[in-house]
C-alpha cells in the first residue's frame, strides 16, 4: 500500500514551519518527492517514523514509502531509479558495488539498526537438539546455544540420506553470513560459492536456500526447510503459531552487531547532496525517537509497524522483541533490552569496519574468489559507506538544537574498536584493519589464495 503526504499550505502551516527548530537550517533540496522501498522487518521502523512522526516533511521532503516483494526487486527498484532509496541488507551495496550480482554503485550514508535477527528451527529439530545443550537448575536451556548441539542432529539426518536444509534471505544477507558464522562456530561447513556455481552449497552439511522473510515460518511448518535465520517479527511468529524454536539471536552471536542500512544510488547522491543530507538527518532523528528514555517509545512503534503498510504483522508478535524481551521456547521469555537497537551505540553510523567485516564473509565463503589485500578492502568499504555525509547531516541536528554532539563520534577515523573475542559466538575477535589475519583466524572457510575449482577448495 503505497502512503504519500501532500505539501502543506496555508498560512498557519507556513507559521509553524519557520517557528519550528527542525528548520533553523532548512536545506535548498534538489528533489523534494520521493519514493522508498523497504521489506516488511521490524527493522525498517525508521523509515516508517521519519514518516509517520513528520521527521522528513520538516526537512521539506515530501516522501512515498513501498513495501517490495523482495530483495531484489528492491535493488533493482533503486539502480533503476523507480526508488530513490530503500532499506537494504548491508551486503546488498558491498556486493552490487565490486560486481557480485547486479552492478551498480550504491552508497549508505546511515546504518539502520545494530542486532535484530535470529536463528529458528522446527520442533522437531528443537527436540534433537535439546539432548546436547546444557540446562540451568531451572530445566531451562543456557545460552547462548551453539550450533555443536545441532550437528548430531545434522549427522543423523546424512547418515539417513536426509539432505538438512535451512533458508536465509538472500545470498548476501546479513542472514545468510550469520547463520553460516553459527554453523561454522559449532563446527559444520555451510557450503561454498564459486563463479561456476552459486548455490552456495559446495561441500556443504547444511544446505542453505533463499525464503522471502514473511514465507519463513509457512516453509518450515511445511517441512521443505528445518529452521532459519530472519529478521523479527518472523522469529516471534514461529513461537506464536507452535511452530518452532528460536534458538540464538544475533545480539548473542555477535554482540551489537550492525543489520541492514540505507542505500542510494552514487549517482543520486552526486545530483542531490543537498537531499540526501535531508534524508539523513530525517533518519537519525527517527533512529533517537526509537531508543530515547530507554525505548520509552517502542510501544508506539510497535502499533505503527504492526499497520498493514509496513510490517502487518500483531502487535502482541512485534511487541514480543521489539520491546526489550524475546521468546525462545514458549513460555521462555528473557530480558534482551538491545535485542534492536537504533541509535544506541552509534548504531546508526557508517563504519568501514562494518563493511568490511560483510566483505570478509563473502570472500570467507567465497563469494569473493581470489585473495585481496587489506588495502582493497578499505577502498571498497570507503566507496560504499559515507560517514562524511552523516557526520555533516548530524552536526547541522546539533547545531539545531535537535541532537546532543556528544551522541556523535565526530573524532572517528571510520573504524571501531577491535570486537573482543568474547562478544562472538566462536570466541575470535574481529578487527577491521586487519581483514586477511581475520579471515585466516577462522578454522572454517576460505584462507589466504584458496579459491573453490569444481567441488573442491584449492591452494
Known amino acids: 500500500m503505497k502512503r504519500t503526504h501532500l505539501k502543506i499550505a496555508g498560512a498557519l502551516a507556513a507559521t509553524t514551519l519557520l517557528s519550528s527548530p527542525a528548520f ?29 512522526k513528520g521527521y522528513f516533511e520538516d526537512e ?7 513495501a517490495q516483494a523482495n530483495w531484489k526487486v528492491l535493488l533493482d527498484g533503486v539502480i533503476s531509479g523507480t526508488l530513490d532509496g530503500a532499506h537494504m541488507l548491508a551486503g546488498q551495496p558491498l556486493a552490487a558495488t565490486i560486481g557480485y550480482g547486479t552492478e551498480a554503485h550504491i552508497i549508505t550514508p546511515f546504518s539502520m539498526d545494530l542486532n535484530g535477527n535470529g536463528i529458528t528451527v522446527s520442533n522437531e529439530i528443537w527436540a534433537e537438539m535439546k539432548q546436547h545443550i546444557p540446562h540451568d537448575d531451572a530445566g531451562k536451556p543456557i545460552h547462548p546455544i551453539s550450533a555443536s548441539a545441532l550437528k548430531p542432529v545434522v549427522e543423523a539426518h546424512a547418515d539417513d540420506g536426509k539432505p538438512f536444509n535451512m533458508g536465509m534471505v538472500f545470498p548476501v544477507s546479513t542472514h545468510n553470513y550469520e547463520l553460516r558464522y553459527w554453523l561454522a562456530a559449532g563446527g559444520l561447513e555451510p557450503g561454498f560459492y564459486s563463479p561456476e556455481d552459486v548455490s552456495g552449497q ?20 511445511a517441512g521443505t526447510i528445518y529452521g532459519y535465520c530472519v529478521g523479527e517479527p518472523w522469529n516471534q511468529q514461529a513461537v506464536f503459531k507452535g511452530i518452532g524454536v528460536p534458538v540464538i539471536t544475533d545480539y548473542e552471536l555477535w554482540k551489537n552487531n550492525p543489520e541492514k542500512v540505507f542505500g542510494l544510488s552514487a549517482e543520486f547522491q552526486q ?15 527517527a533512529a533517537m525517537w526509537l531508543d530515547e528514555n530507554d525505548n520509552a517509545n517502542r510501544p508506539e512503534a510497535v502499533e505503527i509497524l504492526s499497520r498493514s503498510e509496513y510490517v502487518g504483522a500483531d502487535y502482541e508478535v512485534i511487541a514480543n522483541s521489539m520491546t526489550g524481551t524475546f521468546e525462545y521456547e514458549k513460555g521462555d521469555k528473557r530480558d534482551v533490552p538491545d535485542f534492536n537497537v537504533f541509535f544506541r551505540y552509534n548504531a546508526t553510523y557508517p563504519y568501514y569496519s562494518d563493511a568490511v567485516w560483510y566483505l570478509t564473509q563473502m570472500r570467507r565463503w567465497g563469494q569473493i574468489a581470489e585473495a585481496k589485500p587489506d588495502s582493497w578492502y578499505d577502498e571498497v568499504a570507503k566507496s560504499v559507506y559515507k560517514p562524511e555525509i552523516y557526520l555533516e547531516a548530524a552536526k547541522m541536528l546539533v547545531d539545531e ?25 566462536d570466541g575470535i575477535a574481529y578487527d577491521g584493519r586487519t581483514p586477511n589475519a581475520y579471515i585466516d583466524s577462522l578454522p572454517i572457510g576460505l584462507k589466504g589464495a584458496q579459491k573453490v575449482v569444481g567441488s573442491d577448495v584449492q591452494g
Open 24 to 52: 533553523a537550517e532548512l536545506l535548498d533540496v534538489e528533489k523534494d518527492e520521493l519514493k522508498f522501498g523497504f521489506i516488511k522487518l521490524t527493522d525498517m521502523a525508521p523509515l516508517a517514523v521519519a514518516y509517520e
Open 401 to 425: 538544537g535537535l541532537a546532543d554532539a556528544a551522541d556523535f563520534p565526530f573524532d572517528s577515523d571510520g573504524y571501531k574498536a577491535p570486537t573482543p573475542a568474547g562478544d562472538i559466538i
Open 271 to 285: 545530483e542531490n547532496p543537498q537531499t540526501t543530507l535531508a534524508i539523513t538527518k530525517a533518519l537519525i532523528r
Open 60 to 66: 521539506g521532503l515530501f516522501v512515498t514509502l513501498e
Open 202 to 221: 559446495i561441500g556443504a552439511d547444511v544446505l542453505l536456500s533463499v525464503t522471502p522473510p514473511p514465507q519463513m515460518p509457512a516453509t518450515m511448518e
